[in-house]
C-alpha cells in the first residue's frame, strides 16, 4: 500500500479515538452530577481531548489530500470517507448527551460547540475522501517524462 493509505487507516484510528474520548468525557460528566468527588476543569480536558486526537485527525486527512490530489488515490479516499463518517456519527452521539450534561460543566459553551465543529470537519473529511476516490489516476506530467528522450 502507498503511503497515503497508511496516513488515512491513521486517521480512521485517530477518529475512533476522538469519539471514545469525547463520549467518555460526557459520560463521566453526566455521572459527575451537582456535587462532584472530583474537581475538574472541562474546558482544558476538553482541549487536551481535541489537541490529542480531533485535530490531528483531521489535519493527516488533508495530508492525504495534499499528497494526492492530482494523482487521486481510491483506497486511502474511501478510508476517509470512513473516517469522516465515523466522526460525524460520534458527534451526533455526544450531541445526544449534553442536555444530560449538569450546567456548571457547560463552561464557556465550549461542550456545547466542540460536536458541531467536528462534525463540519468530519463532513469535509468525507468531501476530501470522495473527491480523492473519484480524481483520475493519470498525471498531467505522465505524458512530458516522453519527450524528453
Known amino acids: 500500500m502507498r503511503l497515503e493509505?497508511?496516513?488515512?487507516?491513521?486517521?480512521?484510528?485517530?477518529?475512533?479515538m476522538f469519539v471514545a474520548l469525547i463520549v467518555s468525557f460526557y459520560?463521566?460528566?453526566?455521572?459527575?452530577?451537582?456535587?462532584?468527588?472530583?474537581?475538574?476543569?472541562?474546558?482544558?480536558?476538553?482541549?487536551?481531548?481535541?489537541?490529542?486526537s480531533g485535530?490531528?485527525?483531521?489535519?493527516?486527512a488533508y495530508v492525504v489530500f495534499a499528497m494526492s490530489r492530482t494523482i487521486g488515490n481510491k483506497p486511502a479516499g474511501l478510508l476517509l470517507i470512513v473516517a469522516g463518517a465515523i466522526m460525524v456519527a460520534g458527534m451526533i452521539a455526544?450531541?445526544?448527551?449534553?442536555?444530560?450534561?449538569?450546567?456548571?460543566?457547560?463552561v464557556?459553551?465550549?461542550?456545547?460547540?466542540?460536536?458541531?465543529a467536528f462534525m463540519a470537519a468530519g463532513a469535509s473529511m468525507a468531501g476530501v475522501g470522495g473527491y480523492l476516490s473519484l480524481?483520475?489516476?493519470?498525471?498531467?506530467?505522465?505524458g512530458n517524462l516522453d519527450d524528453l528522450r
Request: aromatic letters at 6%; hydrophobic letters at 45%; charged letters at 10%.
Open 94 to 106: 455526544a450531541l445526544g448527551l449534553i442536555p444530560q450534561v449538569h450546567k456548571q460543566y457547560l
Open 108 to 116: 464557556g459553551g465550549a461542550i456545547i460547540i466542540v460536536p458541531y
Open 27 to 52: 459520560s463521566f460528566l453526566i455521572n459527575q452530577g451537582e456535587n462532584p468527588s472530583n474537581i475538574i476543569d472541562p474546558g482544558s480536558l476538553l482541549v487536551q481531548e481535541i489537541s490529542i
Open 135 to 142: 480524481v483520475s489516476k493519470k498525471s498531467r506530467y505522465a
Open 5 to 16: 493509505t497508511w496516513i488515512s487507516v491513521a486517521s480512521i484510528g485517530l477518529s475512533v
Open 55 to 60: 485535530a490531528p485527525s483531521v489535519v493527516l
